[in-house]
């Protein structure tokens, strides 16, 4: 495998860094407090294992059913994308909020390997996704879409 080593590693360590710092800020504000509650924060917590030959990562995506749940591989960046649309139907009672009609996640994550994209599988129980990704050695890479079974 590779060293990993890219001139742009470190830049890449603190754009991670950003994105899980500004995270855990929105989970703290009250955007219905300030008029927008279609704001309100959703995030999905992953984590990412190296296992020398594989990455394993594994995302809350809790309330979403399987084939709600998109996950992409595109160069070394993988999304996860989950979105939830709820019918509407007609309604006799006089609702003062609702907030069940859409509901979507999504998560980015830069790989430090090059992986094959033949060998991932991916898994979905219990609001938790878990994809193995087998690392390879770097080669022109494509973006594929990944069947969660």
């Given amino acids: 495998m590779t060293d990993g080593n890219t001139p742009f590693e470190g830049l890449e360590k603190q754009f991670e860094r950003l994105q899980r710092q500004f995270e855990d800020v929105t989970r703290t504000w009250n955007f219905d407090r300030f008029g927008f509650p279609e704001m309100e924060a959703a995030s999905m917590g992953i984590d990412l294992v190296d296992r020398g030959d594989e990455f394993v990562l594994t995302a809350d995506v809790p309330g979403f059913e399987r084939d709600e749940i998109d996950v992409r591989l595109s160069d070394s960046t993988l999304s996860i994308t989950a979105e939830h649309e709820e019918e509407m139907e007609e309604r006799e009672e006089l609702y003062l909020k ?25 898994t979905y129980n219990n609001g938790v996704l878990t994809l193995t990704l087998p690392k390879v050695e770097p080669t022109e890479v494509g973006g594929n879409k990944i069947e969660v079974e």
């Fill in 98 to 122: 609702s907030e069940r009609a859409h509901r979507a996640i999504s998560r980015s994550v830069r790989l430090p390997e090059s992986i094959d994209e033949d060998g991932i599988s991916a």
